[in-house]
């Protein structure tokens, strides 16, 4: 990929960009435009701004979609071709081509899903969850006891009455704790604090997933417990 280093005997290469390390699965945009100005000192200006974006990291790149919508991903400048003929240099109009190195080739949604919040009791309780991309998303979780949770809680993700993902955090929870499992991060906190230890499990590397469309999520706790779940994630496209 553009700008690592394979290392021999080793699956994956280095990351030349530094501690800001690109994630184990890279992706690539390639954008293509043209600068427009009346005047050669407008025209050298907005050269300087494309080129000043080599020195930018990571940040959001945004895009807009043939039907008019925003999405968005996590990418750092790999590369800014700028074709010029120094002797017959052109003050109006500019060839760009940018390469983008993508830390995970997804799209997000800009606006966001708003979270899903459900008031959950007794045994199970069962609510629907709609990813409105194409490819999988990753929730976050908020568990907001009502009462203790003597053993904790399980949240899963039902397929035909088969349980495919699941997280549980196996320790009990007083009423005033706030538990977060975050499946974009991997991390687990209880009142802003790590919690992350034996008392977690999942049954799948990716934690919880949301596939594309809708989506039957269970909680599951014991007797006549109560907790208040909230399910946030963005709508993930390829």
Not at 35 to 48: I, N, S
Request: glycine share 8%.
């Amino acid at each position: 990929m553009p700008r690592t280093t394979r290392l021999p005997g080793m699956d994956g290469g280095f990351d030349e960009y530094g501690d800001d390390a690109a994630a184990h699965e890279i992706g690539r945009v390639t954008w293509r435009m043209f600068l427009h100005a009346t005047t050669p000192a407008e025209m050298q200006a907005k050269r300087d701004a494309v080129m000043a974006m080599a020195r930018s990291g990571r940040a959001t790149l945004t895009v807009e979609t043939v039907g008019g919508g925003q999405r968005f991903t996590t990418a750092r400048v790999n590369s800014i071709q700028m074709p010029d003929d120094v002797i017959a240099r052109s003050h109006r109009t500019q060839q760009v081509t940018l390469d983008f190195q993508v830390a995970l080739p997804r799209w997000y949604s800009v606006a966001g899903a708003s979270p899903v919040t459900t008031a959950c009791s007794g045994v199970l309780t069962d609510f629907t969850i709609t990813n409105g991309g194409n490819a999988n998303a990753q929730p976050v979780i908020t568990i907001d006891p009502s009462v203790t949770l003597t053993s904790g809680v399980k949240v899963q993700r039902i397929v035909s009455s088969v349980v495919v993902d699941q997280v549980d955090y196996d320790a009990s929870l007083l009423a005033s704790d706030l538990l977060v499992v975050n499946c974009q991060s991997l991390t687990v906190t209880k009142n802003a604090v790590d919690a992350y230890g034996n008392v977690f499990s999942s049954n799948h590397p990716a934690w919880l997933r949301l596939l594309p469309g809708a989506n039957t999520i269970r909680v599951v706790l014991v007797g006549a417990e109560t907790a208040s779940v909230a399910v946030a994630w963005d709508d993930t496209w390829y």
